[in-house]
């Protein structure tokens, strides 16, 4: 264990690294991971060519991709992202022809930089963009690379001034663990609040839809917001520690009791308000 300053290994930058991903704890809270994107799934309009070319940006490992080609079956599909665990994951579960004609691949893709390589009717992207630092500098260019009467759509994350995202930023920037964790609990300052992002669309020409809903989800088992957090916001902390276990304990065993006492265990679970962001721009046709 540590003493109150960071002793164990050798200091890492504290520049926040590129997360790795667990696609197995990720998908632990797959039902209510999910549950956003089929909410958005229902405000996107019809697309404007059949067979409609789609790109997920950031698909992750893949079980929410395959939704969309449940709502186009014919589709051409294609899911990007950056890390190679879930691409793995992606391609071994879920490429390969799909049951309405269409297919459906996934490629390495990273989003701070991607643009779109030929037209695409609908260009979306689930729980992804808030690891984008200037992704509103890309809306035009991936605007651009729709077929006219294409869509563009998301959801991201609203909630990073929560006690679980809160408490992360705090911990990382205690004297404890400053040295090696500083700025990797508070990587969301670039997100923009609901009227933003249309202003945005509108600028660009577009029809837009935005809104913004707040799940109250019952999460069940030990620490359940604990394990929600292991597999998103975590992922950097737990990258930047790497193989010190006795720092990864330390870690854990802090932030989760900091989490018991903001999330008190009810008699039927742990109540957790998840904030989301959620946008549908159409291009004009």
Same mark, same amino acid.
């Given at each position: 264990?540590?003493?109150?300053?960071?002793?164990?290994?050798?200091?890492?930058?504290?520049?926040?690294?590129?997360?790795?991903?667990?696609?197995?704890?990720?998908?632990?809270?797959? *039902?209510?991971?999910?549950?956003?994107?089929? /909410? #958005?799934? !229902?405000?996107? %309009? =019809?697309? &404007?060519?059949?067979?409609?070319?789609?790109?997920?940006?950031?698909?992750?490992?893949?079980?929410?991709?395959?939704?969309?080609?449940?709502?186009?079956?014919?589709?051409?599909?294609?899911?990007?992202?950056?890390?190679?665990?879930?691409?793995?994951?992606?391609?071994?579960?879920?490429?390969?022809?799909?049951?309405?004609? *269409?297919?459906?691949?996934?490629?390495?893709? /990273? #989003?701070? !930089?991607?643009? %779109? =390589?030929? &037209?695409?009717?609908?260009?979306?992207?689930?729980?992804?963009?808030?690891?984008?630092?200037?992704?509103?500098?890309?809306?035009?260019?991936?605007i651009n690379g729709l077929r006219p009467g294409g869509t563009f759509a998301f959801q991201i994350p609203g909630n990073f001034t929560a006690p679980s995202h809160a408490l992360l930023a705090q911990q990382c920037d205690t004297p404890r663990w400053r040295s090696r964790l500083a700025g990797h609990g508070a990587r969301y300052i670039h997100l923009l609040e609901p009227a933003e992002y249309l202003a945005r669309f509108t600028e660009l020409g577009c029809e837009a839809d935005i809104w913004e809903t707040t799940y109250h989800q019952l999460l069940q088992g030990p620490d359940p917001v604990l394990d929600w957090v292991k597999g998103t916001a975590l992922r950097p902390v737990l990258t930047a520690l790497g193989d010190d276990r006795d720092a990864v304990d330390a870690f854990l065993t802090e932030y989760r009791?900091?989490?018991?006492?903001?999330?008190?265990?009810?008699?039927?679970?742990?109540?957790?308000?998840f904030r989301r962001i959620f946008a549908v721009a159409r291009k004009e046709a």
């Open positions: 264990m540590y003493s109150d300053t960071a002793r164990a290994g050798t200091p890492t930058s504290t520049a926040p690294s590129a997360p790795t991903w667990d696609p197995q704890q990720y998908l632990r809270h797959s *039902g209510h991971r999910t549950r956003p994107f089929l /909410d #958005l799934l !229902t405000r996107i %309009p =019809e697309l &404007p060519h059949r067979p409609a070319r789609i790109a997920d940006l950031g698909c992750g490992p893949g079980n929410v991709t395959t939704l969309l080609t449940e709502r186009w079956p014919e589709a051409r599909v294609t899911g990007f992202d950056l890390s190679p665990e879930m691409l793995h994951r992606a391609g071994e579960e879920h490429a390969g022809p799909t049951p309405g004609g *269409g297919s459906l691949d996934f490629r390495h893709g /990273d #989003l701070a !930089t991607w643009l %779109p =390589e030929e &037209p695409y009717d609908l260009i979306v992207s689930n729980a992804a963009l808030q690891w984008v630092p200037n992704h509103p500098g890309s809306f035009g260019a991936w009791d900091r989490l018991r006492a903001a999330y008190p265990t009810g008699p039927r679970g742990t109540v957790f308000p």
